[in-house]
C-alpha cells in the first residue's frame, strides 16, 4: 500500500535553514506529482509546493517563493523540500502527497513538525 | 493565491444532510474541474473524500459528492453520522499552475 514518511522537522532560528524529507513506498515513485502542504497551529491547510513526476515543473506558494526549493531523488524514492531563510509564519505541520489524479493529492503522510522560534 | 470561501461552519443532526460550498473564480473553481474536498480530523492526516469535482476515492462512502456550478464548488454529506464530525477543505487548481486551499469548513453533528 502507499505509504509516505515525513522527516527532518524541528526547532529552527529564524533565518535558518531546514530540509525536509518524504520516504515514498507501495508505488512507482516516478510516475506520480508530489506535493507539499502545511498547516500552521490553529489554521487551516496551506498548500506549498508541487514537483511533476518527471521533475521537470515545480511551482510554489507565494508564501514560500524564492525561500523554499522541492525536488525528488527517483533513484531513492525520496520528496525534499529545502527551506532557507526560515521564519516565524512558517512554524506548521509540514504534509507530503502523492496525487491521485492531476492535481490531487490523494495520500498523505502523517506529517513532520517545524518550528521555528529564538 | 486568495484562498477559496468557505463557511466557518455548518451543522446538522444525525441522518439528516449538509452541503459545504467552496467559492473561487474563474480562474480556479470556476475554469477547471480540478477541485477536491478533505476530511481532517484533529491530529491526523488529511483524507481525500472527492476529487475531480465528482469522483470519490476507493474505499469512501457513497453519502459523499460533489459537484459545481460556476465558481462555486459543493461537498453534499447525506445521511449524517457521528464520525463525519470534522473539518473539511477544498482545493482547487488554479490558472499559474498552482493550488490554493479554502479556509476551512468545522462539521459539527449534533
Known amino acids: 500500500q502507499v505509504q509516505l514518511v515525513e522527516s527532518g522537522g524541528g526547532v529552527v532560528q529564524p533565518g535558518r535553514s531546514l530540509r525536509l524529507s518524504c520516504a515514498a513506498s507501495?508505488?512507482?515513485?516516478?510516475?506520480?506529482?508530489m506535493h507539499w502542504v502545511r498547516q500552521a497551529p490553529g489554521k487551516g491547510l496551506e498548500w506549498v509546493a508541487v514537483?511533476?513526476?518527471?521533475?521537470?515543473?515545480?511551482n510554489y506558494a507565494d508564501s514560500v517563493m524564492g525561500r523554499f526549493t522541492i525536488s525528488r531523488d527517483t533513484s531513492k524514492n525520496t520528496l525534499f523540500l529545502q527551506m532557507n531563510s526560515l521564519r516565524a509564519e512558517d512554524t506548521a505541520m509540514y504534509y507530503c502527497?502523492?496525487?491521485?489524479?492531476?492535481?490531487?493529492?490523494?495520500?498523505w503522510g502523517q506529517g513532520t513538525m517545524v518550528i521555528v522560534s529564538s | 493565491q486568495s484562498a477559496l470561501t468557505q463557511p466557518a461552519s455548518v451543522s446538522g443532526s444525525p441522518g439528516q444532510s449538509i452541503t459545504i460550498s467552496c467559492t473561487g473564480t474563474?480562474?480556479?473553481?470556476?475554469?477547471?474541474?480540478?477541485v477536491s474536498w478533505y476530511q481532517h480530523h484533529p491530529g491526523k492526516a488529511p483524507k481525500l473524500v472527492i476529487y475531480?469535482?465528482?469522483n470519490r476515492p476507493s474505499g469512501v462512502s457513497n453519502r459523499f459528492s460533489g459537484s459545481k456550478s460556476g465558481n462555486t464548488a459543493s461537498l453534499t454529506i447525506s445521511g449524517l453520522q457521528a464520525e463525519d464530525e470534522a473539518d473539511y477543505y477544498c482545493?482547487?487548481?488554479?490558472?499559474?499552475?498552482?493550488?490554493?486551499f479554502g479556509g476551512g469548513t468545522r462539521l459539527t453533528v449534533l
Open positions: 502527497a502523492r496525487d491521485i489524479s492531476s492535481w490531487s493529492p490523494g495520500f
Open positions: 507501495g508505488f512507482t515513485f516516478r510516475d506520480y506529482g
Open positions: 514537483i511533476w513526476s518527471d521533475g521537470s515543473t515545480k
Open positions: 474563474s480562474s480556479d473553481v470556476g475554469g477547471y474541474n480540478y
Open positions: 475531480d469535482v465528482t
Open positions: 482545493i482547487s487548481h488554479t490558472s499559474t499552475n498552482t493550488l490554493v
